[in-house]
Nanobody, 129 residues
Framework: QVQLVESGGGLVQPGDSLTLSCATS????????MAWFRQAPGKEREFVAV????????EYADSVKGRSTISRDNASYTVYLQLTRLKPEDTAVYSC??????????????????????WGQGTQVTVSS
């Protein structure tokens, strides 16, 4: 059992930066992969970024590549998502997800919601002027 709690969302202006956090508890030692997804109103949940253990390989969606960074704190199993040069289309509920499996990156599976069996409740990011 793993619990995930996101924080750091809020209202920001276009071009601003924001860092989201995902705190973990429970059987965190079993986590092999963590990812961020987002869902805008009326749209499907979409992949944002992923990081795995122990190599810390990362992968990003094309929509955020070059202006986002996923990172982790190994001691606390906290995962962060830094978003820069934010756009109105980045507005969404951002959720973190975890899998007990170390997922190989570079394929579609690591970008799919079905790869992850633990989810947080999400944190709202609103980008508006």
């Amino acid at each position: 059992q793993v619990q995930l709690v996101e924080s750091g969302g809020g209202l920001v202006q276009p071009g601003d930066s924001l860092t989201l956090s995902c705190a973990t508890s429970g059987r965190t030692f079993s986590i092999g992969t963590m990812a961020w997804f987002r869902q805008a109103p009326g749209k499907e949940r979409e992949f944002v970024a992923v990081i795995n253990w122990p190599v810390s390989a990362t992968e990003y969606a094309d929509s955020v590549k070059g202006r986002s960074t996923i990172s982790r704190d190994n001691a606390s199993y906290t995962v962060y998502l830094q978003l820069t040069r934010l756009k109105p289309e980045d507005t969404a509920v951002y959720s973190c997800a975890a899998s007990a499996t170390r997922i190989y990156l570079g394929n579609d599976y690591c970008r799919s919601t079905r790869a992850y069996n633990y989810w947080g409740q999400g944190t709202q990011v609103t980008v508006s002027s």
